[in-house]
């Protein structure tokens, strides 16, 4: 076996592209007229016409004075926003561009996608790369860092030396809003100070962003125009990096003028075509065949298509004395196929199943199918003219050639192949959670490519999907899973009008729905997590469709269905008896509890305890926390603070920082009732820490806390400021009921200063809006009773308050209850009265 020399090559590729002088023209004339604004250099030609060396050849030969990075769109986990801004980050940040801002921005986000991880070194994106984050780390000394912009920018005034570097991350005006933006709205932040980053450095010394396969991130245009969005996060950096420029390679011109005019006079189009005749002789030539007659058969059977001059050349490479000539480009393919060593053409043929593969995928497969996996075949395989180097020691093959490889396998091995590659992703993906293994260019997403090979191979379940995918946010990548998505879409899309198994394309279209509806919960996209599911007529029998059940509910409880949302969460309670079921049985005991069936929530919420699994350590926090949140709105303060303290526990032992943080909301909530003084200083404590976290409908709560207590020591203009600042963050959070809420105890000031009229009508403003959220009809029986003490009942209070007394059912006596409301209502009407 040879080895064929790489020098032959490079040397005709140079001369390759010297005989484009139009178009190394038109490079050299964008770097001299790059300015203060975005610009694209659209590279357009068919498939094989030499796009990608051209891109190559393009950045060997920009000047020093330029920074350059890639993106390959090519490679699966470089279509989702995340992973590629974080290889341009780290392609940038290695050639001295500074990304304080961005590093923020970017673990803020990763933060917020991932809030049961904790920042370090680990875990952390650039923890090592980036200056400002591994200087927020060091100062933590090892103490648990949440990624929140307040919390970070405040830990950076701290850590950061450079005065001026410090200042501008303090007084940045985008950063100081991430934590009240949602999450679709922080990705685009993330974009837009990746830009502002750029922007900065380009003064100093300008950039060329490269970017390959275009479409392979747009492939197939779908009715509605849907494929344009699939590319709108490209479109968002690319449009927003002002003083570089960007040469994208396409097959297909950039459409984007006909969406939205202002990118004509942004891209320039530079169409590549085919080698002339003379050109592709010299690069034959170049190449060591030098028989006139076969330089001309093959330059007229490759059209000037580079991709079939190349491989004309391997075939030559590995055997010289072969005297026929190809007469069509499909023939020059034929032709490397037979004249290469049978044992190099069969394992070509089975890693084009891979979507990327390094040494280790290449000995996996040679081991499974008996073929050769030493080190002198390996760089013979990626010598070829068709393997492209990634970074890290990855390889991709030509889709050309791809699509002849993979013409050469049947079915069985294809599906058999896919299998192998499967287990070997998903032993990667053990490796790299147990710290062992980097993973290299897979690192974020070693289960979204055992996903894709298992889809292929027929034998991954939808519930194994949905285990894949909860792995995957565990190790950080919860862009992965959107990869997962899309991968499952697709698969759906090809085995349209096939003769597949209805049931198990059923099952995957669920899962894919699921794993979607989930991710735009997250993004607090309520109506688009809504769109995917049905009204609760689904059955909910497997792990996967009583998860697509619980994550419709819950976005139809955000969205004010409340009802709908309780049938359903009963009827996932009722009907599955797997792993999902305790996630259903919380959120059962959760809505009757706050629509006033305070005995039944209780009760189930034992019950659901009980059947909790020992790792399911924050399920079990959260029912002790929903029982102590019950009592204390049923005002009884002792058993509140015993389930309080069990929960507490429960969340210490887990190391859940949202679960103990809530903990100390709920601390300063009951402390209003119990122990004014100290409330102020709890919430004080709380609220820095809802600070630190960006939750504004916490901040919100303890901000009432704070108002409750104020108002109860007499600090009248101090509780005002108070509830002046919970109505602001209740309001960005959208938590009607928690404004409510907050009224209600707001009119309790109102009344300290003699104001009854506008006591009565702030009172009767909560009770409606609890009506209206279906929730706290306990509440509206307290307001009934206050607003009787203090003599400004009416006839619309009393009616809210027989309409809400059905709804409560509370364990114990009901004059218990009443009691302890007097109870409560003296501590704010006698010191008024």
């Known amino acids: 076996m040879s080895i064929r020399p790489r020098y032959r090559r490079v040397s005709a590729l140079q001369r390759q592209f010297f005989n484009r002088e139009g178009l190394l023209a038109v490079y050299d004339e964008e770097l001299r007229d790059i300015a203060e604004r975005p610009r694209i250099l659209n590279v357009v030609g068919i498939g094989g016409i030499g796009k990608s060396r051209l891109l190559q050849e393009l950045r060997q030969r920009t000047p020093e004075s330029f920074r350059t990075a890639r993106l390959d769109l090519q490679l699966p986990t470089l279509r989702q926003q995340e992973d590629a801004l974080a290889v341009l980050r780290t392609e940038f940040g290695a050639q001295g561009v500074k990304f304080d801002r961005f590093d923020i921005a970017y673990a803020v986000l990763w933060q917020r996608v991932h809030p049961q991880l904790q920042m370090d070194r680990r875990n952390t994106p650039f923890a090592e790369e980036s200056e400002v984050l591994s200087k927020i780390l060091d100062e933590a000394m090892g103490l648990p860092v949440f990624g929140t912009a307040a919390g970070l920018v405040r830990l950076t005034g701290r850590a950061m030396a450079n005065r001026q570097r410090r200042q501008r991350i303090e007084a940045d005006p985008t950063l100081q809003e991430l934590d009240g933006l949602s999450n679709a709205e922080l990705g685009h932040a993330v974009t837009y100070l990746f830009a502002q980053e750029m922007r900065q450095s380009a003064r100093e010394r300008p950039y060329v962003l490269f970017v390959d396969a275009y479409e392979a991130m747009v492939p197939t245009p779908l009715p509605g125009g849907r494929s344009f969005a699939t590319d709108a996060w490209v479109r968002d950096l690319l449009g927003q990096l002002d003083g570089g420029l ?48 076969r330089q001309r058969s093959i330059a007229e059977a490759s059209a000037g298509v580079p991709f079939y001059l190349h491989l004309a050349v391997d075939t030559h490479l590995q055997n010289p004395a072969l005297d026929a000539d190809a007469g069509t480009s499909e023939e020059i393919v034929q032709r490397f196929l037979q004249h290469v060593a049978p044992d190099e053409v069969r394992i070509l043929e089975l890693l084009s199943i891979a979507r990327t593969f390094d040494v280790e995928v290449f000995r996996v497969i040679g081991r499974t199918f008996d073929l050769p996996t030493n080190l002198l075949t390996w760089e013979s395989l990626t010598a070829y003219s068709f393997a492209y180097p990634l970074p890290q020691g990855w390889y991709r093959l030509h889709q050309l050639m791809i699509a002849a490889l993979q013409g050469h396998l049947s079915p069985a091995v294809r599906r058999h192949v896919h299998s192998v590659l499967r287990e070997h992703w998903e032993g990667l993906a053990d490796r790299v959670e147990a710290g062992t293994e980097s993973g290299g260019v897979a690192r974020s997403s070693p289960l979204r490519e055992a996903v894709y090979h298992g889809l292929h191979a027929g034998n991954l379940s939808p519930e194994r999907i949905l285990k894949h995918a909860d792995r995957a946010i565990g190790m950080s990548s919860r862009q992965a899973v959107d990869g997962m998505v899309k991968d499952l879409r697709d698969h ?234 919970a109505n602001a963050a209740l309001d ?42 279906q929730v706290y009809p306990s509440l509206i029986l307290a307001i009934h009773r206050a607003a009787e003490r203090i003599g400004v009942a009416d006839q619309e209070i009393m009616a809210l308050a027989e309409r809400a007394r059905p709804s409560l059912r509370i364990p114990g006596a009901a004059e218990d209850l009443d009691q302890r409301t007097e109870d409560v209502l003296s501590m704010f009407i006698e010191v008024a009265s």
């Open 246 to 293: 960007t040469v994208l390679a396409s097959r297909e011109a950039l459409p984007w003028a006909a969406y939205d005019r202002d990118w004509a006079a942004v891209i320039r189009k530079a169409r590549v075509g085919g080698l002339p005749m003379a050109a592709r002789l010299d690069l034959l030539a170049q190449a060591g065949i030098t028989e006139i007659p």
């Open 492 to 725: 759906l899309a090809s085995a349209v009008g096939t003769e597949g198994d209805t049931a198990a394309l059923d099952g995957i279209r669920d899962a894919a729905d699921c794993l979607e509806a989930e991710s735009k919960l997250e993004l607090g996209d309520a109506n688009g997590a809504i769109a995917l599911t049905l009204a609760g007529e689904a059955p909910v029998r497997s792990v996967v469709s009583a998860r697509l059940a619980l994550a419709g509910a819950n976005a139809r409880r955000i969205a004010g269905e409340s009802s709908l949302a309780a049938r359903i969460f009963e009827k996932v309670w009722e009907e599955h008896d797997g792993e999902a079921r305790t996630s259903a049985g919380l959120c059962v005991s959760d809505i009757r509890m706050w629509q006033g069936d305070f005995e039944g929530a209780f009760a189930l919420a034992e019950e659901v305890h009980g059947i909790c699994a020992p790792e399911e350590r924050v399920t079990r926090g959260d029912l002790k926390r929903l029982m102590h949140l019950g009592h204390r709105f049923l005002m009884d303060f002792g058993r509140a603070e015993e389930l309080m303290d069990q929960a507490e526990e429960e969340y210490r032992a887990a190391g859940a920082v949202i679960g103990l943080a809530n903990i100390r909301t709920n601390r300063a909530e009951l402390l209003a009732f119990t122990d004014p003084e100290a409330a102020v200083t709890e919430a004080g404590s709380a609220l820095e820490v809802q600070l630190d976290l960006g939750a504004q409908h916490e901040i919100g709560k303890v901000y009432t806390a704070m108002g409750i207590a104020q108002t109860r020591l007499g600090r009248l203009d101090r509780a005002e400021q108070s509830f002046h600042n």
């Open 732 to 773: 960005r959070a959208g938590y009607r009921s928690g404004r409510a809420r907050a009224d209600m105890f707001r009119a309790f000031l109102l009344l300290r200063r003699g104001e009854r009229e506008a006591t009565r009508d702030l009172l009767l403003h909560a009770a409606r809006e609890f009506e209206i959220c």
